[in-house]
């Protein structure tokens, strides 16, 4: 057995997510470190039982080895989801940086729109 399938891949790339996410203060690198987090979870997922001898489930498939396909359909509303969780994040921030002038988590009154 291999060490580097996608299962251990995608693990690594959601800790990888998972530490920018706990150790960054920008809200930036926060929402980027969500979609990093994400982008294992889709590879973690798409790659459970897969099997190279595997084939589509599509025409004559009688005595052969079927690729599920419900994992792929969830990984792509999954996709489309994350996309709009980024989107939705991102606009908060503009909307947050306009409002209080700053783009850390952290609130400090000295620095903000000229107060």
Do not use: C
């Amino acid at each position: 057995m291999e060490f580097a399938n996608g299962q251990i891949v995608g693990i690594i790339i959601f800790f990888v997510g998972l530490y920018g996410l706990m150790t960054k203060k920008s809200i930036i690198k926060t929402i980027v470190s969500m979609s990093i987090m994400e982008s294992g979870i889709y590879l973690f997922y798409v790659n459970i039982n897969f099997d190279y001898a595997s084939v589509p489930p599509i025409g004559d498939i009688e005595g052969i080895l079927v690729a599920d396909p419900v994992p792929s359909a969830l990984m792509i509303t999954a996709i489309v989801i994350g996309i709009g969780v980024t989107a939705i994040g991102l606009t908060m921030f503009m909307h947050y940086k306009q409002e209080h002038g700053i783009t850390h988590w952290t609130r400090d009154s000295s620095k903000g729109r000229g107060r």
